[in-house]
């Protein structure tokens, strides 16, 4: 138990599905992260959130929307997707300081079909 | 763009042995992290040092750092099957962006 909540574990959907990540820390940090993680790439970062305003928008397509309405909670809407958007969706959490130790969720893998 | 590199990309060593993974990074850092992952789990943190510290140890795990080289090692002594995972190093900017950057990991493998 790391402290950070993913919902659901594993998500199948279609190409025309709206479905939707959800992410909840317990940690009392301030910041709150997305990270994409496909086979043989680097951990991509996709989203920041410090204290519920989005700094950081890693030019990821618009058929991704994050949504955080509080410290605590963060989502992950999707839509249209396609099937390379298949992969391990990782949410984190940190406390946004110079020891920006992050603790990350157990991740929602995804599959589009 | 990607901060931090570890090499090797994969490693297989026997139960009991030492395993050495190597970090590069490219710009100076404030400091640098290690974390493991189990396959298909989160990311879990292992180990910080800071940019003006040069070695730190915890359990088992010894974590050196050379700024000067822009490198880390991390060495895992008297390995065990369970230690069998990915292990990532990351990287701030040094910028006064604590953002971390991570790399494509080191997949360890420990057999029994």
């Known amino acids: 138990e790391t402290g950070v909540t993913q919902t659901p574990r594993h998500l199948v959907m279609g190409m025309t599905n709206k479905k939707s990540l959800k992410c909840e820390q317990h940690?009392?940090?301030?910041?709150m992260y997305w990270y994409k993680q496909s086979a043989k790439k680097p951990l991509e970062l996709m989203f920041v959130y410090n204290f519920k305003e989005q700094t950081e928008n890693n030019s990821v397509p618009s058929r991704f929307s994050p949504e955080c309405p509080n410290s605590s909670h963060l989502f992950l809407h999707l839509h249209t997707l396609q099937p390379e958007d298949s992969a391990l969706y990782l949410c984190?959490?940190?406390?946004?300081?110079?020891?920006?130790?992050?603790?990350f969720g157990e991740g929602s893998w995804l599959t589009v079909v | 763009s990607q901060q931090g590199e570890e090499d090797p990309q994969a490693l297989s060593i026997q139960e009991g042995e030492n395993a050495t993974m190597n970090c590069s990074y490219k710009?100076?850092?404030?400091?640098l992290q290690w974390y493991r992952q189990n396959s298909g789990r989160g990311l879990v943190h292992l180990i910080l040092i800071r940019s003006n510290e040069r070695e730190k140890h915890s359990g088992r795990l010894r974590v050196t750092l050379d700024t000067s080289k822009k490198s880390s090692s991390l060495l895992i002594t008297a390995s065990r099957a369970a230690d069998t995972a990915s292990y990532f190093c990351?990287?701030?900017?040094?910028?006064?962006?604590?953002?971390?950057?991570f790399g494509k990991g080191t997949k360890l493998s420990v057999i029994p």
């Open positions: 990351a990287t701030d900017s040094g910028a006064g962006s604590y953002q971390l950057t």
């Open positions: 710009t100076s850092i404030n400091n």
């Open positions: 984190a959490s940190s406390l946004y300081s110079g020891e920006n130790t992050i603790y």
């Open positions: 940690l009392g940090h301030n910041a």
